[in-house]
């Protein structure tokens, strides 16, 4: 009963906020992997964040204990495929931001060619026309798993199903030497 807790802010906005360099490398993340605002890659940034200082923190304890957490945080890790089967608790530290954008169902999507384009791969997760191990997945943020990432395709009842892609079908336009062209 009683009120809901005040929920906590899901990122952190930068330190210096007209940083010319911080600036033009989010420009150009938010247009590589067709993220919609800075806000997104914040969060991402941020969830990155929380990776890497749990990793430090693991790092320095020592017991029982820690070796359980640290090999639960490798497990997970693995599962989203951030790091290597045969890493350790260092390599969560080399982890960088586009390691984590690569992994979200947005980029998924658009690897595995079934859109022509980061945005277009956005708009087909937001409009429910992605499913996931056969179930319906409207979030583009959502960080994909290796065994997920085969099940990754078009809704049954989509149009862009039947749609064949410049990926998967060589083009038919004639080349310039059918036209008479030199």
């Known amino acids: 009963m009683g009120d809901p807790k005040r929920r906590k802010k899901q990122y952190a906005t930068p330190l210096r906020p007209w940083d010319r360099e911080r600036i033009d490398r989010e420009a150009e993340l938010i247009r590589k992997y067709g993220l919609e605002s800075k806000k997104e890659l914040w969060k991402t940034e941020t969830t990155l964040r929380g990776f890497r200082r749990q990793a430090r923190k693991l790092m320095a304890a020592s017991g029982k204990q820690a070796e359980k957490e640290s090999q639960q945080l490798l497990n997970k890790l693995r599962s989203l495929g951030l790091v290597e089967e045969d890493s ?19 980029s998924v999507v ?5 859109a022509r384009s980061p945005g277009e791969a ?34 049954p009842n989509s149009p862009y199903r039947e749609r064949i892609t410049p990926e998967k079908v060589k083009s038919s336009r004639p080349s310039e030497a059918t036209l008479g062209g030199e």
């Not at 390599?91 to 931001?97: A, E, S, V, W």
């Not at 658009?110 to 079934?114: E, M």
């Open 110 to 114: 658009y690897s595995k060619g079934l």
């Open 122 to 155: 956005r708009q087909m997760v937001i409009h429910g026309h992605i499913v996931v191990d056969g179930r319906r997945v409207n979030e583009p943020s959502y960080l994909i798993s290796v065994e997920e990432e085969e099940n990754v395709d078009h809704h």
């Open 88 to 106: 350790d608790i260092v390599d969560i530290l080399r982890l960088n931001i586009e390691d984590v954008l690569s992994r979200r169902l947005q």
